[in-house]
């Protein structure tokens, strides 16, 4: 059963930064192409982020500039470095695996208020 954990969610002022980590297991996480997703309230689901398994990247325009996806083989983990936060990112953010199957993590929330 393939698990995808995030972390680092939390509550944070405009203009701060977070820091997100995926943790997976079990599997050959080099072969995958990992994302980050989120979700606001009455939204749909948007790409955030992706970095293939041969490292490219790719973000949404509306986080590029501020967002940086990376990714430490060793660790199994994906990241996504959050900065300059605006109060329009608030939402739950989705970590992906991709390779053949897809599979998703629980989420973790982010809200950035004053």
């Known amino acids: 059963q393939v698990q995808l954990v995030e972390s680092g969610g939390g509550l944070v002022q405009p203009g701060g930064s977070l820091r997100l980590s995926c943790a997976a297991s079990?599997?050959?996480?080099?072969?995958?192409?990992m994302g980050w997703y989120r979700q606001a309230p009455g939204k749909q689901r948007e790409l955030v982020a992706t970095?293939?398994?041969?490292?490219?990247?790719n973000y949404a325009d509306s986080v590029k500039g501020r967002f940086t996806i990376s990714r430490d083989n060793g660790k199994n983990t994906v990241y996504l470095q959050m900065n300059n936060l605006k109060p329009e990112d608030t939402a739950v953010y989705y970590c992906?695996?991709?390779?053949?199957?897809?599979?998703w993590g629980q989420g973790t929330q982010v809200t950035v208020s004053s």
């Open positions: 992906n695996a991709d390779f053949i199957q897809s599979y």
């Open positions: 079990p599997i050959i996480f080099k072969r995958y192409n």
């Open positions: 970095v293939s398994s041969g490292g490219s990247t």
